[in-house]
Nanobody, 123 residues
Framework: QVQLVESGGGSVQAGGSLKLSCAASGRTFSGNAMGWFRQAPGKEREFVAAITWSGITHYADFVKGRFTISSAQNTVNLEMNSLKPEDTAVYYC???????????????????WGQGTQVTVFA
């Protein structure tokens, strides 16, 4: 089991930037990919971005050109630029160990999750 801890959340004005980090411990990064998801109040958890261990990246359409996912050693980062109020949510990182099936954007594919970090974007 991989333990994941997110950091870097906070409050920012629209148009600003934040960088989220996800540090892994335990059985460190293994499997297929790492992903970032977010959940706003009253909404379902939604896919934001993912990166495979071969370095292939995937993004939700609503963040393309604004967010960048990257990985280094046991950390996965999400750089968020041109933030909008609708980006406000709790952001979670997750590990896809390869034991589950499904598309890379499906939360059910991921079997380890962090506790989340709050991102608030105000107008």
């Amino acid at each position: 089991q991989v333990q994941l801890v997110e950091s870097g959340g906070g409050s920012v004005q629209a148009g600003g930037s934040l960088k989220l980090s996800c540090a892994a411990s335990g059985r460190t990064f293994s499997g297929n990919a790492m992903g970032w998801f977010r959940q706003a109040p009253g909404k379902e958890r939604e896919f934001v971005a993912a990166i495979t261990w071969s370095g292939i990246t995937h993004y939700a359409d609503f963040v393309k050109g604004r967010f960048t996912i990257s990985s280094a050693q046991n950390t996965v980062n999400l750089e968020m630029n041109s933030l909008k109020p609708e980006d406000t949510a709790v952001y979670y990182c997750a590990n896809d160990s390869g034991r589950r099936i499904g598309v890379i954007s499906a939360p059910s594919r991921y079997d380890s999750w962090g506790q989340g970090t709050q991102v608030t974007v105000f107008a």
